[in-house]
């Protein structure tokens, strides 16, 4: 792992609201996606995961969220071992959890209203009309308080994705979780999900973990970040002033979006002169 | 030899691990029906998706049934001067057999496939992950309801099929083909029982709605979250519906009418 965090794991982890510690995870038994990783995520800090497709980022967001227990290690949400946990103190934990999944999941039988009052009328007993002020504030944040009554098939990508945000932070969570919110969006929507990331976070204290591979727009509003490698292991963490003087072959790469280098080009194969069958 | 023993066990494993996942998603959907039935609303509305949507087909194929079967009787029948009996006959073949069965054959092709669509679709997209992230249940809040509904649904349905198939046959047999029409009700009136026939039927369609909403279900939850995955889960809906159906009924028919 690169020699980074010397002063940079104290801003991620003086006062850790997440905590994965030593964590091993597979699907199955045939593959390892997490090979013992340790990260920390600061209170009311936006922390980015980056690492290429495939490293588990995804993966690690849904152990937080405790859908899948660990191999062995431990993650520690809000000071409570997540697998300790049985049905009913998981929904409480998810209670107090909002996340934007990579392409929105959103309901799609459900007005973008409804989406985002989903939560609402799940976990409250408010009535319609403050139901409606709260959907309303949410959207007027993402700046979508008039598409409350559209159709989600109406909506673009980059719009689809900021009623999700809505809808992450209906409940007001103290932990946001974003997974590749930078994914496929155009330019000006890039800037806008980047933005309102940061602002949410500022404006309601909450903390942010933020998974993606997308260097620039996450260095822009990230406290701290973490590389991880397709091996399924953190390679360096830092802040993104950090990862970007680094000297780490692998971590340079990564930034720079370099095609070859510690990480191949190519998927192992047999020797090309082998496949084209001609001889040396 | 010893290949072929391990081939057999895998196999008795495999199938083994199959019937222990149907058996835990089953409880699971029971252990989710209270949190259901405690919002009807949800229940309603799946039983408009899934029952009102199904009406056309149902009530146009019971029409031709009917039609068909008033036909196919009086010509049976007359060569034994019972054309009389025409409407019992149709009432009995209606309520006990034809009835739930084509009836829930439909629904497994209409309402099945489209439940299973729609739940792989759900899970492809995420949704019932997000909403499981949102600390709701997806088997209490999306499942739950559909397989109330389906079994609710089904006996209307049934109920309904027959009721135009005996109108079908009334309009075959009496207004173009001339039996008379006071022979046809009261023969009907005589010979059904109302437990024995159409009691018996009712429970038929129960079961058959019970085995078509869960194997629906089922495909829809499990499917792989692809394309390809749903449309082979839509595929193993009709397929097993249908021979559930069709084996169902024969089991349930020796056990409801094994005594005259």
Known sequence: ?280 | MSEAIAAVGRRTLEVLRILGHHATFFLDLLRACPAALRRPYLVVAQIHAIGNLSLVIILASGLAVGFVLALQMYYALVTYGAAESLGLIVNLSLTRELGPVVTALLYAGRAGTSLTAEIGLMKAGEQLAAMDMMAVDPRSRVLAPRFLAGIVSMPILAILFSSIGILGAYVVAVLLIGVDAGNFWSIMQSGVDVRRDIGNGIVKSIVFGFICTFIALYQGYEAEATPEGVAHGTTRTVVISSLGVLMMDFVLTALMFSTP
Do not use: W
């Open chain 1, 1 to 280: 792992m690169a020699d980074l965090p010397a002063t940079a794991t104290v801003s991620s982890s003086s006062d850790p609201l997440v905590e994965i510690d030593h964590v091993v995870f597979g699907y199955d038994a045939r593959r390892t996606i997490l090979n013992d990783v340790s990260l920390t995520f600061g209170r009311g800090k936006v922390t980015a995961i980056l690492g290429g497709s495939g490293c588990g980022k995804t993966t690690l967001l849904r152990l937080i969220g405790g859908v899948y227990p660990t191999n062995s290690g431990s993650v520690r949400v809000f000071g409570d071992v997540v697998d300790a946990h049985d049905d009913e103190q998981l929904f409480a934990l998810r209670r107090r959890l909002g996340m934007l999944f990579q392409f929105g999941a959103l309901f799609t039988d459900l007005s973008v209203f409804d989406n985002v009052a989903f939560p609402l009328r799940e976990h409250t007993d408010l009535d319609e009309a403050m139901i409606r002020d709260i959907v309303l504030m949410k959207l007027n944040a993402v700046g979508l308080r008039g598409a409350a009554g559209l159709r989600i098939a109406d909506l673009s990508g980059g719009m689809a994705r900021r009623v999700a945000l809505a809808r992450a932070i209906a409940l007001d969570p103290e932990l946001l979780m974003y997974d590749e919110p930078f994914a496929g969006l155009d330019p000006i929507s890039m800037s806008i999900a980047a933005n309102l990331i940061r602002t949410l976070n500022d404006t309601t204290g909450a903390t942010s973990i933020l998974v993606s591979h997308d260097v620039d727009e996450c260095f822009s509003i990230c406290d701290y970040a973490y590389l991880m490698s397709s091996a399924g292991i953190v390679v360096a963490h830092g802040t993104p002033k950090q990862l970007a003087a680094s000297e780490d072959p692998e971590v340079r790469q990564f930034i720079r979006g370099e095609p070859d280098g510690p990480v191949r080009f190519h998927y192992p194969a047999r020797p090309l002169a082998e496949d084209f069958g001609v001889n040396a």
